[in-house]
């Protein structure tokens, strides 16, 4: 009996170490890191991302510079947890701006195996207010056409 009491302590501290491991493991994986990443739109904007995730490969802390002054994007929860892989699409008249917005995490995790989310979506910011105006899961894939107007793939004009 002892030595299954003693069999069975040593196993449950196997197990809890390697919950730890995986545990420490993804949270190393989620660091973000200071890293400056500035891609000029024109003369006077450019979009700023302040920190880097090597493991999941994106971009956070998205900031709009206008002639050197910075705005923080998303202010409150609309864009948190988003990050960008550094897609972009500047509107013609240069007032709004299309960037990508992915969200990855571990929604399941153990030693052997762990599954990865991703969802991809993008967002609509208006460069003056450096706000976000609309969000989108789908019509990501679509372009500006020549009134400024976001239009899907089909056609459809997703924002005016």
């Not at 990855?104 to 762990?114: N, Q, T």
């Not at 910011?125 to 019509?139: E, G, S, Y």
């Amino acid at each position: 009996m002892k030595q299954y009491i003693t069999t069975l302590m040593i196993l449950i501290v196997c197990i809890t170490c390697g919950n730890v491991v995986s545990q420490k493991h993804h949270d190393v994986q989620n660091k973000k890191v200071k890293k400056d990443t500035l891609i000029a739109l024109n003369d006077t904007l450019s979009l700023y991302y302040a920190s880097y995730n090597s493991p999941m490969k994106l971009w956070y802390n998205l900031h709009i510079i206008n002639k050197k002054k910075r705005m923080k994007v998303g202010k409150g929860s609309e864009f948190k947890g988003t990050g960008s892989e550094l897609f972009f699409r500047l509107s013609p008249n240069a007032k709004y701006v299309v960037v990508d917005g992915i969200i990855k995490e571990y929604v399941h995790e153990s030693a052997k195996d762990s599954t990865l989310h991703e969802n991809y979506t993008c967002a609509i910011i208006d460069l003056k207010k450096a706000k976000i105006v609309k969000q989108m899961q789908q019509d990501c894939d679509g372009s500006w056409n020549k009134k400024n107007q976001w239009v899907s793939t089909d056609g459809k004009v997703v924002f005016k």
